[in-house]
Nanobody, 127 residues
Framework: QVQLVESGGGLVQAGESLRLSCATS????????MGWFRQAPGKERDFVAA????????YYTDSVKGRFTISRDNAKNTVYLQMSSLKPEDTAVYYC????????????????????WGQGTQVTVSS
């Protein structure tokens, strides 16, 4: 089992930045590819970003490319999502997810590819 705890959410103005963190415990962190998803009210949970076990390969959904950066520190068992130039449409609950593999498959944006999930952290961007 892997336990995931997100933090760093909050209320910000459009154009500002936030850094989300996801601290993990349980199994060896470096055995897992990691992802971030988000869910806005009344909508499905959508893929945001993902990273392989060593951080060498990352993926982003088009709407956040150039604004968000996913990274990980395997020594700290933590994955991060640095969010810049935030927009009101980024408002959502953000979830951290762990895949029980080091690498991502071609379905990395599908939430069924991930085996463990955190409880989420709210990000609200006001205009």
């Amino acid at each position: 089992q892997v336990q995931l705890v997100e933090s760093g959410g909050g209320l910000v103005q459009a154009g500002e930045s936030l850094r989300l963190s996801c601290a993990t415990s349980g199994r060896t962190f470096s055995d897992h590819a990691m992802g971030w998803f988000r869910q806005a009210p009344g909508k499905e949970r959508d893929f945001v970003a993902a990273i392989t076990w060593g951080g060498g390969i990352t993926y982003y959904t088009d709407s956040v490319k150039g604004r968000f950066t996913i990274s990980r520190d395997n020594a700290k068992n933590t994955v991060y999502l640095q969010m810049s130039s935030l927009k009101p449409e980024d408002t959502a609950v953000y979830y951290c997810a762990a895949r029980a593999r080091r690498y991502l498959s071609g379905s990395y944006s599908n939430n069924r590819e991930y085996d463990y999930w955190g409880q989420g952290t709210q990000v609200t961007v006001s205009s």
